[in-house]
């Protein structure tokens, strides 16, 4: 793990699965097992060692992601960035640099579940009236 780009999390672990210290610069850590405010897969040094945190939205994330609601070193909301920052082009989707570690912390947001679903249908859609 200590050289490794890209590292995924998806347990049910309450505590932490690895040491923070172990991520290479530039590493991307990928969260996505537990969502529920009292359990996290990550450690304080992990989030206090990112750039940015990107979550879903952040108003739920920063409640129910146990990574987020128990963070205690170096907590810095400043650097949690949700999807929707991103896609409205008002945070870069790119880190400031090649070294930086970005985490993205997933809880389960029912609307992106809701807004994929409408995509869907309206692609599908469009498929059918060029048939």
Known sequence: MRDADIVVTAT??????????????????????TSTPRNRELDDRTLARAS??????APQSIGEA??????????????IVDLPALYCGERAWAAASGHDITVFKSVGVGLADVAAAVLAIERARAGEERA
């Open 52 to 57: 940015r945190v990107v979550v879903e939205w």
């Open 66 to 79: 146990g990574e987020i609601v128990l963070w205690r070193e170096d907590r810095d909301l400043a650097k």
């Open 12 to 33: 049910r672990s309450p505590s932490p699965v690895f040491d923070g210290d172990w991520l290479a610069p530039g590493a991307f850590v990928s969260a996505v097992g």
